[in-house]
């Protein structure tokens, strides 16, 4: 039994017998032959464990790195891959022996899909490129449910496109009956309409479910001027501020989908045009070619400047246009030559395409390069069938646009038709019932699985570049080998999960058989097959292939099972598509989709795939990389053209130790206007001067020994309590070769320096707070509205944000909790806007999995609650039944004192309010936000003027409609609170109630129960400069939550540091929305072991002699001082980025940002200056801070690459708190924008203190 990917499979296995009936009086009985690891399963076991029964975390990684090829995988990656599988095999927990996965479980992990995928899952193409840089998913008369003829018009298949992640939708737009409103339908025929109103709101609805990057709705336009304006408006309206509307009518270079993300994009041409063209066609051409036509698909293309001034469109529809259409004036080929600095788009149907790749495919080729090709089906496909779409990649059409829809065929006379209304011949309207998917549209799927199923895959570089002499690619050519892959087809299993015993045959079990195809460039496609194995549900084939590939880039991989029958058409078992370049090498699950793509719950195979590169012959320059092109150019030109590509490696692994791959080249080739090349000496790491003085003085005779490195680490690392053995460890640790292991030489000594054993905090993942103190005197690491998956409108709700956050440390998870659409059940979303629900129950299991995988101190989880007492009581047993007695229940109702971390470890704590009260509250606060105004000052300003964060929504209500518990005091009268559940009630541990009254009222510290206030960012800043001492008594036995501002729906943050300057335990980030803000966070919550609390400053948790308390707005006198902060150099980005990722003429050229983040006296950024072509920079600069609140400072370090004529790209970045800094020579990794860890970019730096 597998589990698929969305839920668990809950039946049995199906072991035993089968019994099949033979002229209803014979049985016949067949075994049922259980699944086994197939031999290479056994040998790779084997290995990994060194002849052992069972195989450890550290076996498993070993396995995952050598024969998975997953090099970045991590230890903890393997532990949780080990946890998952133990769950699942041993669901009670009670048979589990301890020791590690047996070979069945290891082999159960194989065929664990979601565990083992054979692509990668996530994002990471360069979404930064123009549109026409991508293919794009693209639907075709996106709104018909079945055949282009007589099926009905909805937005039920728009809806389920987009859900399946298809990011271009096509409405044909028609004046109604009465001429007064606008309808969708496809015109000519016999569709049924829909209202174009009905369309909109569901694309608004539906079209960021499945991607976040933008929606292309074409309009094939056939409406008078007025109904084009109401259009205009219907649009506006319906979308407001998602609509993407251009800068200029016509576009010099199309957007980025990164730019565009979370936009509607607008695709259409001049009405007036397009009826002359369409009177036009009709007269000239040949009457066979018309079923060649879709109707309403005839694209044209205007260039002039008349179409922009043209006075037959209404202004206000005109200006929605971002992707333009019109018509051509002339012969299709000199329209592609047509030189323009405007980009367009134009359209051709399938049989187009391949006349004109057939005759002049470069001028495809070309055109696409900065303009859209949209290619259609022919007009005769009125079943909705699609066709082969590979010949328009191969000439980089982006917009190959397809029948999603299922469809089918009538028989002329069945219905009462008249024929003649069909404008067709006799013979095509006699078709025989047909469907529109097919092995067209499985190929299509297949393409964009890739880059995350995002919608939007980048094309490979040969066809965005031209080659030295002008040339593009042409996939006619003879083309070399590039790769060869290696597919092996080990077995299968699941169909008797998924199927009855009798589908495939009634007198006896399946004869199944695999077909692998390759589809791609013309010499790479092939189709083999394994042999068949008959009477059996489990078939183990064992059969390898290979398949030589010219252009690896576009080829996708075909698997298709069937059941062999001897007097029948053979019958199918499943098929999937899988990109080749997404795919991932080693053993892999491969789980089968149905004929309509929808993935069977059970049925998978099990099958290897090895990648052999092929170097023996020249490759052609098109798809060479830069490095391959002859001649000489030594004038460098520092106003550099970037080339976005993205990096080689992810980006989230620690490396286990600090060697590095061999540098493979001494110079490294960049390539100059396709003709000539600048050659650059790549530099290699070496000890600055520092490091050698330190070393000639800590060593004798070139060699440092125990006692030397024991020494150094007490003087210059400042580590009083390093004893020899640690020291002996630092050297045995390095793995240097059998001459060095007692002692080191100088590259030794740089080596540990520069090493992953070196870090500027505590390598202890302990604890080393006093975690006694109630919970109010520790900052917490708190998410906000941690279910959400993007932005704050209209993104996705999940429990997936919740599992990463818990992962990174996050102790506060916010769940917003309303009732379901049938008011009997809980889900969790962000209420008023477009977020999709999850269930609460669904949030509350990956809570209790995850809560304590990285720290065990307490989770709280804080409920928005807008419940009825029914549903409450509801909420209260699914807590006490998931959480069990890791549940913390108050022994009162009202808390005297919080209690500790320590006492609540490995514990769920529930905080929210009474709903009554938010209800009270939310009509208060909505009058007070009437005369409010939202700050558009950004975080940055706090830091030191830097560029501020774009605000895409102005002029929304300052509170975040969800968060609205501002300013509570706690009620706990009864007669005030007759409708809560009490089940409910008791489970509150911490409490927040109703405002009752100003700011000072709620600010006054109750000596008999303690609760929690909330605000949000700016009310915090506008209460600081007259409450800003009484925030802080509050917050010494109280608990403040400071949540991000309601404009803030980019799920951007805020400056946290005036927070946590007067005493907020909680606050609330967008943990989804990196940037500066959020590294701040996790700079923050590296302290104390990572465990998610920081003990707060004892001037925050006590008052003074005379029960003065701390107040931030004093200037105090400098206390300690970070005296040297020196900024030796930097070395991995050749490891960890393409050579041309930062500039595409020559190596970066970086510098780095260092500075304090604190309170405003302290809070400072300096920078070195800036290398020029150097991969491994060394600055040797040092910077000196002066701090008057070292407690809460943090030290910020970005590196960036300097661009005359761009913005400077980035290059890594972390955040470090002063307090735990340690002293000396250290190794500071790097992060990514995201915060997770660069394999291989790391600083060395020198911090000093006095």
Known sequence: MWRSSNKYQNRENKTGNYHYKMFKCFNRKFKINEAAPPLDVKLAFVECTNHGDYMTAVQLRRFLVLYQEEKDCSLNHAEMIMEQVVQRRYPDNKSYHGKGLTINDFFHFLMFDDLNPPIRNEIHNDMDA??????IYTGHNSYLTGNQLSSDCSEVPIAKALQNGVRVIELDVWPNSSKDDINVLHGGTLTTPISLIRCLKTIKEFAFVASAYPVIITLEDHLTEELQAKVAEMITETFGLMLYIPESQRLQEFPSPESLKYRIVISTKPPKEYLEEKDKAIEEEPELETDDKSDGDQEYEDYSDNYINSGDLASGYRRLITIHAGKPKGSLRKELRAVSDKVRRLSLNELEIERAAASYGDDLVRFSQRNILRIYPKGTRVDSSNFKPLVA??????????????????????????????????????????????????LMQGMFKANGGCGYVKKPDFLLKNGPDNEVFDCKRNLPVKMTLKVRVYMGDGWRLDFSHTHFDTYSPPDFYTKVFIVGGPADDAKKKTKIITDDWCPVWNEEFTFPLTVPELAILGIEVREHDMSDKDDFGGQTWLPVSEIKPGIRSIPLSDKKGKKFNNVRLLMRFEFVETNKYPAPIHILSSSSVSGNYQNKNKNKTKSKNHHRPKHTIKPESTSHPTIPMSKQTYKVCFCFQR???????????????????????????VDHLHRFLINVQKEPNATKEEAQAIIDNLHLNIFHRKALNLEGFFKYLFGVGNPPLSPSLVAHHDMTA???????????????????????????PIIQALKRGVRVIELDIWPNSKKDNVDVLHGGTLTTPVELIKCLRSIKEHAFVVSEYPVVITLEDHLTPDLQAKVAEMLIQTFGEILFT?????????????FLKKRIIISTKPPKEYLESKNIKEKENDAQKGKSSSDEEAWGKEVPNLKGVTGAHEKDGLDEENNYDDDLDEKSQPNIAPEYKNLIAIHAGKPKGGLTECLKVDPNNVRRLSLSEQQLEDAVGTYGKDIVRFTQRNILRVYPKGIRVDSSNYNPLIGWSHGAQMVAFNMQGYGRSLWLMHGMFRANGGCGYVKKPDFLVKAGPHNEV??????????????????????????????????AYSPPDFYTRVGIAGVPADTIMKKTRTLEDNWVPAWNEEFEFPLTIPELALLRIEVHEYDMSEKDDFGGQTCLPVSELRSGIRAVPLHDRKGEKYRSVKLLMRFEFI
């Not at 029948?403 to 009462?416: E, H, I, R, S, T």
Request: proline content about 5%; aromatic content about 16%.
């Open 890 to 902: 108050p022994g009162s109702e009202c808390l005297k004192e919080f209690p500790s971390p320590e």
């Open 774 to 800: 109630p919970l109010s005197h520790y900052f917490i690491f708190t998410g906000h509205n941690s279910y959400l998956t993007g932005n704050q409108l209209n993104s996705d709700c999940s429990d997936a």
């Open 393 to 442: 990649w191969m000439h980089g059409a982006q917009m190959i646009a397809f029948n999603m829809q299922v469809g089918w065929l009538f028989k002329a006379g069945v219905f009462n038709l008249d024929e003649s209304k069909l404008n067709l011949s006799t013979n095509i309207v006699n078709f025989s019932t047909k469907k529109g998917y097919g092995k067209s549209l499985w």
């Open 1110 to 1143: 701390f107040d931030p707005s004093v200037k105090f006198p400098v206390k300690k001082t970070l005296k040297k902060v020196t900024v030796y150099m930097g070395e991995g980005w050749y490891f960890d980025f393409r050579h041309t990722h930062f500039d």
């Open 130 to 135: 123009p549109l026409s840089h991508y293919y």
């Open 679 to 705: 050659r650059f000496h790549v530099t290699v790491s070496e000890a600055p001067a520092d490091i050698k003085s330190l070393f000639q003085e800590y060593s004798e005779n070139g060699i440092m020994t």
